[in-house]
């Protein structure tokens, strides 16, 4: 049978009959991604979303180049192209009103073979890029309506469908709206893999992996129009008395502003006038001269602004029969670090080629996909790891509330000041460039080692202050025991099964 007529026969049967290779729940990063990796290796998908319109999200908005170079293996570098999307070339952390400048390192990732590794197909100093969100997310609906070997369909997944004679996943339960009647109706679609992507608030989180997400802030978004920002193609980490704020440029006019907000905020309280009136009177003034009057404008409207949850979730091995929950519904961890992205397109590299025809060439064989998705769960740990640990580690620092914690704040803006490979290799890391978490390690210890090494002699201050050493000794360990509780459970996280 030629591929166009098997094309043809594989597309009937995904319409007329819902029953495909494999069925993917949800059409959002991981999804989409998913869904055109596996159809591109002759698989035939069904691919579900509920609501197939452009969305409107606040996050999902900045991709490291981590993640360009998993789009580029994929094949679907294009989507980045026609959205307005803007390169990003780095950082730009500013500490009280300090700033230092931190470029990806240059001449990262020359072209290898290694699917696992960083590569950067234009050599030259790597890019992320910003955009937003929903404009990339159509690019790649519509990367998946042009493969033949993809279906998508909108409908609302609700259950799942389960073997009767064992425990197997067969496919799923479904609403889909009948245009004759205006009501929406059960439907089923079949498939000898399911894959789960629906998202950080999955409704099949609980029942295959049983865990839920730790919550403790809140990004609250606006959108500034026309901001000159202090280092144009830069994110920028704003770092105060209060939760970092990130600002990065989404399209030619505006520019994103997150405001991390933690629970239980007392300048963020009804009394002080709500999250309003905590951007207002704190965040504001700490914001740099050029972005208030643009970040003032967007206060105007009156209205709270639109927030989403910080979560954290740390990844589980997928041993289901017939089912694995993937993505944000799987694995989260803090968007300050602009991560999430870059780890869901390189689970996708590595998932298709663990799930490759010639690896499984029949996905119904739950032993071959059970051993697959154990050796996914260690082996995407090169990259997934280095993102989670660092994205919940920069966050405990970078929302500094106590003094261990603003010490090795303060420690960590002068490593970065520093230069060379105190910038190079932290920020190689966030960009999902460096894949080796023991540099991760490194580097943390080196910025706890410096804040001690600050704390003495801010405490001592000279030959005069040397009684006060047995009190700047206290206090290094006090730093030390800090940075310890700060890193180690994550740590511990990422190495459970």
Known sequence: MSDSVLQASNEQRRRLNHEADVVVVGAGIFGCAAAFALAKQGRSVLLLERWLKEPDRIVGELLQPGGVSALEKLGLAHCLEGIDSIPVKGYEVIYYGQGVGIPYPMNAGAANGDTQEYTNEKGGRPEGRAFHHGRFITQLRKACASQPNITIVETEVTDTVTS????????????TLNPATGEKEDDFYFGQLT?????????????????SPIVKSKFYALELIDCPLPSPNHGTVVLGDAAPVLLYQIGTHETRALIDVPENCPTASVEA???RGHMRNVILPSLPKQVQPCFEKALEDGKIPRSMPNSFLPPTTQLEKGIVILGDAMNMRHPLTGGGMTVAFNDVVLLSRLLAPERIPNLGDTAAIQKAMKEFHWKRKGLSSIINILAMALYSLFAANDLQLKSLQKGCF????????CIDGPVGLLAGIIRQPF???YHFFAVAFLSIWIVISDTVGGLLGLWKFPVAIEQSLLVFWKACVVIFPFIFSEMRS
């Open 164 to 175: 009767t004679h064992n425990p197997q996943v067969l496919g799923v339960v479904s609403r």
């Open 195 to 211: 894959i789960v992507a629906d998202g950080y608030a999955s409704k099949f989180r609980k029942q295959y992996i049983g865990k």
């Open 273 to 275: 006038g709500g999250v």
């Open 414 to 421: 002068e490593y970065f000041q520093k230069g060379g490979n």
């Open 439 to 441: 540099i991760l390690f």
